[in-house]
Every structure is written in structure tokens, then in C-alpha cells.
């Protein structure tokens, strides 16, 4: 049995205020949500508030980017020893923004990768076509060059450690979300490669979550489908009921 994620990627929003009064209605709406994983990933300069007043519950602290390497000269990087000692558990690497407006490539999100897990972080591996891959019929080998490279040289054993997100470009913050039949089948497609790279065992304990406008109304219906074991929310996580709704569909 796979436990249901639902982590919340705030992206570049919310103050230390703002994301103060976010985590407080979330640790009210999440007092008893056991059966599912929440995860909340705010920007760097509200790890440390949102870490301590999250501390004693179940919701788990993750970020959105880590740097590859360990210290020194590399201006305007965070590293997994400064994410470590904030209490970070889980970070979002690969995110399809990252890889557009900052052109990292499988090669860079591999590195952190292995860096992450070498670290006792576990990484949250973003993968996803674009409008234009799924209209050229290219949705599958697109994914699967993605998975491949931003996963290669992972051990089975590692993998356990290991969350990927399945997020298309065309339904992140445009209210388009892919029909659960669309999302399932690239979730099951993603599941046959891993098992392909690490073996089945590997590939069935592995979580993928879905991305891209899921909102408390589709959530359900989503999470529900055989291969999708949780979300990776944008807009709907800025606001602690409709995050806390997504993760109770989980339950
Ligand atoms: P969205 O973003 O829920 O706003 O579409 C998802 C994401 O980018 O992780």
C-alpha cells in the first residue's frame, strides 16, 4: 500500500507573515488527517516559521530547489546542509519552471537528485510534457527521457525514498487539468519504466503524484485512479482550506 502525498508548492509567495497565517489554518484543518502524507514546501525565507510551527504535528516540511553541491562558492544557492537544519525533509527538484526559466537540464536535476538522497532528503522529481509534446503524439517518449535521465544511477533501494510528480506544462496554472483517464495512463506508463530501470518491486513502491490545476473539485476523482498516490499543488495550496479539502480527498 502506497501512502497518499499531497505536498504544497507555494512558489515565490507568501511573507513570513502570510505564510505564518497559512500554516496556522492548515495545522487547524489538518489536526487528525493521519491516513495521508501533507507536505508544505514555502519558499526558503519561510522554512524556518512555517518549520517551528509545524513541528509537533504531522505535516512534514519540504522546499522547492536544492543546490547540487555541499558549500562554497556558489552565490545565491541553498544546500542540503542549511535545508537539513531547518527540518526539511522532501525537496522539489525538476520542476517544470525550473527547467523553463532557469534551463536546468535532466543532467542538473540528476545531480541533485543523488546529492539529496546521499543526504537523507527525499527528493520530489518533477517530470511533464508540454502542450506541444502531447500534440505531436510525444507525450511518452518526452516523460520517459525525463525519467531516465533525472533518475539514472538511483538504486532500487533508494528509490524508496524517492516521489515523482507527473506534472503536464499545458495544465500547471491554467486551470486545465488533464481528465483522470489522460493522467492515469502516463502515471501507469511512468510506473513501467521505473520498473524497467529498478525492477517491479522498486517501481510499485514508488508514489506519483499528479500536478497541474488540481483543485478540491477534481481531487477525488484524480486521486482515486490506481496509479495516482497523491498531488503536487500550486494555486490551491495558497489557501488552507481548499489544500486541506485536496489532501481529505486523499483519505
Ligand atoms: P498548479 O501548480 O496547481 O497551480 O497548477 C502545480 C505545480 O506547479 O506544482
Known amino acids: 500500500m502506497r501512502k497518499p502525498i499531497i505536498a504544497g508548492n507555494w512558489k515565490m509567495n507568501k511573507t513570513i507573515e502570510d505564510a505564518l497565517t497559512l500554516i496556522e489554518g492548515l495545522k487547524l484543518e489538518l489536526a487528525d488527517?493521519?491516513?495521508?502524507?501533507?507536505?508544505?514546501?514555502?519558499?526558503?525565507?519561510?522554512?524556518?516559521?512555517?518549520?517551528?510551527?509545524?513541528?509537533?504535528?504531522?505535516?512534514?516540511?519540504?522546499?522547492q530547489n536544492m543546490s547540487s553541491e555541499d558549500d562554497g562558492a556558489y552565490t545565491g544557492e541553498i544546500s542540503h546542509t542549511m535545508l537539513k537544519e531547518l527540518f526539511v525533509k522532501y525537496v522539489?527538484?525538476?520542476?517544470?519552471?525550473?527547467?523553463?526559466?532557469?534551463?536546468?537540464?535532466?543532467?542538473?536535476?540528476?545531480k541533485k537528485v543523488k546529492k539529496a538522497l546521499e543526504k537523507n532528503l527525499r527528493p520530489i522529481?518533477?517530470?511533464?510534457?508540454?502542450l506541444e509534446?502531447?500534440?505531436?503524439?510525444n507525450t511518452e517518449s518526452v516523460v520517459e527521457?525525463?525519467?531516465?535521465?533525472?533518475?539514472?544511477?538511483?538504486?532500487?533501494?533508494?528509490?524508496?525514498?524517492?516521489?515523482v510528480a507527473y506534472e503536464p506544462v499545458w495544465a500547471?496554472?491554467?486551470?486545465?487539468?488533464?481528465?483522470s483517464e489522460q493522467a492515469q495512463a502516463v502515471h501507469k506508463f511512468i510506473r513501467g519504466v521505473i520498473a524497467?530501470?529498478?525492477?517491479?518491486?522498486?517501481?510499485?513502491g514508488l508514489r506519483i503524484q499528479y500536478g497541474g490545476s488540481m483543485k478540491p473539485d477534481n481531487a477525488k476523482e484524480l486521486l482515486s485512479q490506481p496509479d495516482i498516490d497523491g498531488g503536487l499543488i500550486g494555486g490551491a495550496a495558497l489557501d488552507a482550506r481548499s489544500f486541506a479539502a485536496i489532501v481529505k480527498a486523499g483519505m
Request: charged share 30%; hydrophobic share 40%; glycine share 10%.
Open 145 to 163: 527521457a525525463q525519467v531516465r535521465g533525472s533518475l539514472a544511477d538511483i538504486t532500487a533501494e533508494q528509490f524508496k525514498d524517492v516521489v
Open 125 to 130: 522529481v518533477c517530470v511533464g510534457e508540454k
Open 196 to 204: 524497467d530501470m529498478v525492477g517491479q518491486d522498486a517501481a510499485d
Open 172 to 179: 500547471i496554472g491554467t486551470g486545465k487539468t488533464a481528465t
Open 33 to 63: 488527517c493521519m491516513d495521508v502524507e501533507a507536505v508544505v514546501c514555502p519558499p526558503f525565507t519561510a522554512l524556518k516559521v512555517v518549520g517551528d510551527e509545524i513541528a509537533d504535528t504531522q505535516i512534514k516540511l519540504g522546499c
Open 92 to 110: 522539489i527538484l525538476g520542476h517544470s519552471e525550473r527547467r523553463e526559466y532557469y534551463k536546468e537540464t535532466d543532467f542538473w536535476v540528476n
Open 133 to 137: 509534446d502531447r500534440e505531436a503524439g
